[in-house]
């Protein structure tokens, strides 16, 4: 950055701490049929009105942050910030109130219920302006709920796969579902199948932990599955679930 910059940027630019309410308190604003609606329920720490409460849940869910930056001149923040449309108190209770904040949908990824909650119920659920923040009801439009391609296949697919038609398809989660050895896992996967199951599953908190590792796991159950099928004369199915390593 050369000199000449910097001086103009110390000249235009002071940083400092700015009342939530005078960006992201809007009581003015009309929402959008595309917009996402929160309401929060908020208690607001002594002293903290209750506009700066819920400005400041939309403004840390959005664009905004502690302090002025002088990056807030590099973006539109009135396209993309959310906004605090309204606040009512909750009746019989002390200190408590709704906050309804509106959200554009630029905001949010297509098709991510994960990048939607962590925007939205994220680290401002730490602020320290709130004593207390709950979310209480979430409206969310048509057009993002398009951008959700749901599974790949439905109940149709599993039929032609498993060839069962006419009737329900009987299936069950193997139990204890931690614990079990992967051979163990594996024995029990056969004996329901061969029992007379369609299908077995795992449960969603068996993933690949020390006692029963995922590759074995899936080459026990195949092998329970095939063993059945061939004793059985028609077709099994198991379903694993696959998880992978985070940092």
Known sequence: M???????ASVEFK?????????????EYQTKDTDILAAFRVTPQPGVPPEEAGAAVAAESSTGTWT???????????????????IERVVGEKD??????????DLFEEGSVTNMFTS?????FGFKALRALRLEDLRIPVAYVKTFQGPPHGIQVERDKL???????LGCTI?????LSAKNYGRAVYECLRGGLDFTKDDENVNSQPFMRWRDRFLFCAEALFKAQTETGEIKGHYLNATAGTC
């Open 163 to 169: 060839n069962k038609y006419g009737r329900p398809l």
């Open 120 to 124: 939205i119920v994220g680290n401002v």
């Open 175 to 179: 139990k204890p579902k931690l614990g």
């Open 96 to 105: 408590q109130y709704i906050a309804y904040v509106a959200y554009p949908l």
């Open 15 to 27: 940083a400092g701490v700015k009342e939530y309410k005078l960006t992201y308190y809007t009581p």
């Open 68 to 86: 002025t930056v002088w990056t807030d001149g590099l973006t539109s923040l009135d396209r993309y910030k959310g906004r605090c449309y309204r």
């Open 2 to 8: 050369s000199p000449q910059t910097e001086t103009k």
